[in-house]
């Protein structure tokens, strides 16, 4: 189900913001680490997304040939940046505490213009969407830890070793 933070009519934990607070997030994270060293963000196509659940068998191959391409030289893609909650505004509601001043993960939608030349898909007169956004949107309400981290570990049976939890 999608759920938008700006629809009064569902239930949510978050607040709705914009590209702006996007913005602000992104460069409150920045401002906090070395831009010559530090990761600002990930980059992925649709297609090496989706290949990723095929090759794992989620979904069909099917699903790669459905891949919206309105010209032969448009690719569209993921942005993954990191930010940070350094205001209350962008904090899930009823969680101020446990998320002011920590770094999430935001996703946008970007076409790719070029080699390493990504831009982003976000429209200022939206607002943040959790699960699927719609055009424009972009994703911020990630299941981070701290302080949502599992209880336990979940290791792979076939190693004893889990990523996630290292």
């Known amino acids: ?16 913001f914009k590209k702006d607070e996007v913005k602000e997030m992104v460069n409150a994270y920045r401002k906090l ?3 010559d060293k530090d990761l600002k963000f990930a980059h992925f196509t649709v ?15 099917a699903v790669l040939s459905q891949i919206n391409k309105p010209s032969a030289t448009t690719e569209y893609g ?6 940070r909650h350094s205001t209350e505004r962008t904090c899930p509601t009823g969680r101020i505490n446990d998320y002011l001043n920590r770094n999430t993960a935001i996703i946008c939608n970007t076409e790719i213009l070029g080699f390493k030349k ?5 429209d200022n007169t939206k607002s943040i969407s959790m699960a699927v956004p719609g055009p424009g949107d972009a994703i911020d309400q990630a299941t981070i ?9 979940y290791t792979d049976p076939s190693d004893g070793y889990d990523v996630g939890n290292a």
């Open 1 to 16: 189900m999608i759920i938008k933070l700006n629809d009064g009519e569902k239930s949510h934990t978050g607040k709705p």
């Open 33 to 35: 680490i070395d831009p």
């Open 47 to 61: 297609y090496e997304i989706l290949e990723l659940f095929v090759d794992n068998k989620i979904i069909p191959k």
């Open 78 to 83: 993921v942005k993954i940046y990191i930010g």
């Open 118 to 122: 990504y831009l982003d898909i976000l």
């Open 145 to 153: 830890c701290p302080p949502d981290c599992p209880e336990g570990t």
